[in-house]
């Protein structure tokens, strides 16, 4: 059961990135993540409730909710979604590194807090801050809250931005985390911790990974960054059980608080110099053609990211457009469009919302005719431009592509 859903979360995700564009992904991941988890909770609920459980046993309800979950899935026909190879050239191994340091301050932080709670409370009984606080169903508002913000954050942002937020919040706790179970505050810390860790699930979990590097490895690269997952959650829980296995016994060790608080801040400092560096997405998603060339892929990457940036995609696509509308032109046929008489049949005048104050002052810039404005992105002509802001400048040129677009059909 637990592979199938692995290989069934896998293939959604890697769907979600052949049908959602980068900057809603985001959001997408957030809703699907918060149903699940108030779904689950529903689930809890009814299952503790004697009235339910009079007329269905634990099993035939959870299968009764699936069955009508499939055949809801269904009536939407995902197969019939459209789909695009999307990515962005970069490695997504460089996200993961200091993933690594976040989790390990994250698990440092826990285990120093669970030895040190029980002097500061003195109860030898305390089990975990959780049961201690005990605010029942409250408890996963800031967790569902968190990833929310995760995803539009990470829409909004960018991917960086939001990883940069998180780290920083858990640099926050490592430092600050101290003074507040020090003072009693236990419902604030409580807080604090379900916020950080739902908004890294909701960043790390189904984004980032699949969308950065090859398209074709996309399930692969997510698996292994699954799997260490595990391997971190099964270290968490086997820390904080107790459970011995083949003889030995996962405890902490009892010098642990006096230098693990220490090396939690100074793990979350180091991943968050480290967020430096790391390649940016939005903006820069681009699909591919699903060919296979012989070139060697790191080189075409380095090359992609030195001389394509994210002002430039709106370019190259607004000319892939003209290209594409005039693609059954005749050699002499698109010489006559884009030729020597380019400038009278495309002038500047005719592109709406250009009068002669701002066509001279676009001549003055460089500036010809329609067909030059139609490559150009919004950012490099508002400052080529004085007195043009971004906003108006992206206006002109979808106003300057429609016009060429146009031009090209009616001489086709």
Same mark, same amino acid.
């Given at each position: 059961?637990? %592979?199938?859903?692995?290989?069934?979360?896998?293939?959604?995700?890697?769907?979600?990135?052949?049908?959602?564009?980068?900057?809603?992904?985001?959001?997408? /991941?957030? !809703?699907?993540?918060?149903?699940?988890?108030?779904?689950?909770?529903? @689930?809890?609920?009814?299952?503790?409730?004697?009235?339910?459980?009079?007329?269905?046993?634990?099993?035939?309800?959870?299968?009764?909710i *699936?069955?009508?979950?499939?055949? !809801?899935?269904?009536?939407?026909?995902?197969?019939?979604?459209?789909r695009?190879?999307?990515?962005?050239?970069?490695?997504?191994?460089?996200?993961? !590194?200091?993933?690594?340091?976040?989790?390990?301050?994250?698990?440092?932080?826990?285990?120093?807090?669970?030895?040190?709670?029980?002097?500061?409370?003195?109860?030898?009984?305390?089990?975990?801050?959780?049961?201690?606080?005990?605010?029942?169903?409250?408890?996963?508002?800031?967790?569902?809250?968190?990833? /929310?913000?995760?995803? $539009?954050?990470?829409?909004?942002?960018?991917?960086?931005?939001?990883?940069?937020?998180?780290?920083?919040l858990? &640099?926050?706790?490592?430092?600050? %985390?101290?003074? @507040?179970?020090?003072?009693?505050?236990?419902?604030?810390?409580?807080?604090?911790?379900?916020?950080?860790?739902?908004?890294?699930?909701?960043?790390?979990?189904?984004?980032?990974?699949?969308?950065?590097? *090859?398209?074709?490895?996309?399930?692969?690269?997510?698996?292994?960054?699954?799997?260490?997952?595990? %391997?971190?959650?099964?270290?968490?829980?086997?820390?904080?059980?107790? /459970?011995?296995l083949? &003889?030995?016994?996962?405890?902490?060790?009892?010098?642990?608080?006096?230098?693990?608080?220490?090396?939690?801040?100074?793990?979350?400092l180091?991943?968050?110099?480290?967020?430096?560096?790391?390649?940016?997405?939005?903006?820069?998603? !681009?699909?591919?053609?699903?060919l296979?060339?012989?070139?060697?892929?790191?080189? /075409?990457?380095?090359?992609?990211?030195?001389?394509?940036?994210?002002?430039?995609?709106?370019? $190259?696509?607004?000319?892939?457009? $003209?290209?594409?509308?005039? *693609?059954?032109?005749?050699?002499?046929?698109?010489?006559?469009?884009?030729?020597?008489?380019f400038?009278?049949?495309?002038?500047?005048?005719?592109?709406?919302?250009?009068?002669?104050?701002?066509?001279?002052?676009?001549?003055?810039? &460089?500036?010809? *005719?329609?067909?030059?404005?139609?490559?150009?992105?919004?950012?490099?002509?508002?400052?080529?431009?004085?007195? @043009?802001?971004?906003?108006?400048?992206?206006?002109?040129?979808?106003?300057?592509?429609?016009?060429v677009?146009?031009?090209?059909?009616?001489?086709?």
């Amino acid at each position: 059961t637990f %592979g199938c859903l692995a290989l069934m979360l896998i293939s959604w995700a890697a769907r979600i990135n052949q049908s959602v564009v980068i900057r809603f992904r985001g959001r997408t /991941v957030s !809703i699907f993540l918060t149903v699940a988890i108030v779904v689950y909770s529903v @689930l809890r609920y009814l299952d503790s409730l004697v009235i339910i459980t009079a007329f269905y046993n634990r099993a035939a309800l959870p299968a009764l909710i *699936s069955l009508v979950a499939v055949l !809801i899935s269904a009536a939407f026909r995902p197969w019939k979604v459209a789909r695009a190879s999307l990515t962005v050239a970069g490695s997504s191994f460089k996200y993961f !590194i200091p993933v690594t340091f976040v989790l390990g301050a994250h698990l440092l932080w826990y285990t120093v807090t669970k030895q040190v709670l029980p002097e500061i409370l003195e109860d030898p009984s305390f089990v975990s801050l959780s049961e201690t606080v005990n605010i029942g169903f409250i408890e996963m508002v800031p967790f569902v809250v968190a990833i /929310v913000i995760a995803g $539009i954050m990470a829409d909004r942002l960018g991917r960086k931005t939001a990883f940069r937020f998180v780290i920083l919040l858990m &640099g926050l706790l490592t430092i600050f %985390g101290s003074t @507040l179970y020090e003072t009693g505050n236990l419902s604030t810390l409580l807080v604090s911790e379900r916020f950080i860790e739902g908004f890294l699930l909701g960043l790390c979990l189904l984004l980032i990974w699949p969308e950065l590097g *090859s398209v074709r490895t996309k399930g692969f690269r997510l698996s292994l960054y699954w799997f260490f997952f595990l %391997g971190y959650m099964t270290l968490f829980w086997a820390l904080d059980l107790n /459970v011995e296995l083949f &003889g030995i016994t996962f405890d902490a060790p009892v010098w642990l608080p006096a230098v693990g608080g220490q090396v939690a801040i100074l793990l979350s400092l180091i991943a968050l110099y480290m967020t430096g560096p790391l390649p940016t997405t939005l903006g820069r998603e !681009i699909e591919m053609e699903d060919l296979d060339f012989n070139f060697d892929e790191r080189q /075409v990457k380095k090359t992609v990211d030195a001389f394509v940036g994210a002002d430039d995609i709106t370019s $190259i696509r607004s000319q892939v457009d $003209i290209i594409d509308a005039g *693609s059954d032109l005749s050699d002499s046929e698109m010489d006559d469009i884009l030729g020597d008489e380019f400038r009278d049949m495309l002038p500047l005048r005719r592109v709406p919302g250009i009068g002669t104050s701002l066509e001279k002052k676009l001549n003055a810039a &460089g500036y010809e *005719s329609a067909a030059q404005l139609a490559g150009e992105s919004a950012q490099r002509l508002a400052q080529k431009v004085d007195g @043009l802001n971004v906003a108006r400048a992206e206006k002109i040129l979808k106003d300057a592509r429609r016009f060429v677009k146009k031009t090209v059909k009616r001489k086709k």
